[in-house]
């Protein structure tokens, strides 16, 4: 089918006279594999909506007036503006008045916003379980009651124009298979790998058994020199390989986190064993695209983590590198690779340091 949307020029907006706040929150990748791995355990529905043109819902609270639009000026009244009422897609706070519109909506239906991350709702008693996940115009629903989530479909169907695709089979670019007789969920980004491979003419590449060559130590000092160099690497796409990777090691790849975190280091300044360094976790990612990220299959929902520190791996600065994993039930639900802040004087502090980290995940993760 086509599509044509109008979509106003909200860069020529003045802040504190067309817009005050811009922040809307979205549901956190871990929040997501935390609900997928209660659903798996409880084993409850998954279904999901869409909300059609999500973001004209939002009724304006500030004066703005827009030219008429290109092709459908009014004939006679060519020197009249248009006022606005609604939210338009383009304009600063757009997103965040949709989220108070729709946040309002569940708040009435009785759900209480979730304070560990306020893209999640729940409703949680004696008869009813379920888990909304919002993540902007997309929502996850989880749910005990076939007949109650009908009747929060039907809630929904008469206060917005919404898509309803059944049970979730793709969110976010990622694809969910269950298997309820053994309670898991597993992720994977198949098609989103192959799709990044084809961008960055990687399809046909041989394939590595590793995301990193352990006889390669990245530094500074490998950066372009010349200009002759300079200009070498300046038609590199860099910095949109790695956001690429970044996001397939933030949803359902945590096997190639340590990769991705050393090569994020050289974004504004990269040569060309960098470059080689990247293509080697794309290779990698060749051999292993459909590798699934397995949620679930515990018999409850048990937080347990564990968290390392190498010292002083970063060669140009001494820092060391922090790295931990959690699980709910049998699934790995966060994880993070990360170079520490400052330099550890000894292995000793950078594993407190690690454990710093950790802990604070840890009492996230118990707060959700």
């Known amino acids: 089918r086509y599509k044509a949307r109008l979509v106003s020029r909200g860069f020529t907006q003045t802040e504190g006279?067309?817009?005050?706040?811009t922040y809307a929150p979205v549901v956190k990748m871990t929040s997501i594999r935390v609900l997928l791995s209660i659903v798996a355990i409880h084993d409850l529905e998954l279904h999901q909506m869409d909300v059609k043109t999500a973001f004209l819902n939002g009724h304006l609270e500030e004066e703005i007036y827009m030219q008429q639009p290109e092709g459908f000026i009014a004939r006679g009244n060519e020197h009249l503006v248009c006022k606005l009422k609604?939210?338009?897609y383009g304009l600063k706070q757009s997103p965040r008045v949709w989220y108070?519109?729709?946040d309002k909506f569940f708040a009435d239906m009785g759900f209480k916003r979730v304070e560990g991350d306020y893209g999640l709702y729940v409703m949680w008693n004696v008869d009813v379980?379920?888990?909304?996940a919002l993540y902007v115009d997309d929502l996850l629903f989880a749910c005990n009651s076939m007949a109650f989530m009908t009747k929060l479909k039907e809630s929904l169907h008469s206060e917005y124009e919404m898509k309803d695709l059944g049970e979730a089979k793709f969110v976010l670019g990622i694809e969910i298979e269950r298997d309820r007789t053994r309670r898991v969920i597993y992720l994977n980004q198949q098609q989103y790998i192959e799709n990044v491979?084809?961008?960055f003419n990687m399809s046909e590449c041989k394939p590595a058994s590793t995301p990193m060559d352990v006889s390669v130590r990245l530094t500074k000092s490998q950066a372009p020199a010349t200009d002759k160099e300079k200009q070498e690497m300046a038609s590199v796409p860099y910095q949109s390989a790695?956001?690429?990777?970044?996001?397939?090691m933030t949803c359902t790849r945590p096997d190639i986190a340590f990769a991705v975190s050393t090569v994020s280091r050289f974004c504004s300044n990269y040569g060309t064993a960098h470059w080689v360094a990247v293509k080697r976790i794309m290779r990698y990612l060749k051999g292993t695209?459909?590798?699934r990220l397995q949620l679930g299959g515990g018999a409850q929902v048990l937080l347990s983590g564990y968290c390392d520190a190498d010292w002083a791996g970063d060669l140009d600065e001494r820092k060391s590198t922090t790295g931990y994993a959690f699980y709910i039930g049998g699934g790995l639900v966060s994880w993070n690779s990360k170079?520490?802040?400052t330099v550890a004087l000894s292995t000793a502090e950078a594993e407190y340091m690690a454990a710093t980290q950790a802990t604070k995940e840890a009492l996230w993760l118990k707060q959700l």
């Open 17 to 21: 006279v067309d817009y005050h706040e």
């Open 86 to 88: 609604r939210t338009l």
């Open 100 to 102: 108070q519109t729709i």
């Open 129 to 132: 379980k379920c888990i909304i």
């Open 197 to 199: 491979l084809e961008r």
């Open 242 to 248: 790695v956001g690429s990777l970044m996001y397939a």
């Open 289 to 291: 695209a459909h590798y």
């Open 339 to 341: 170079r520490q802040t």
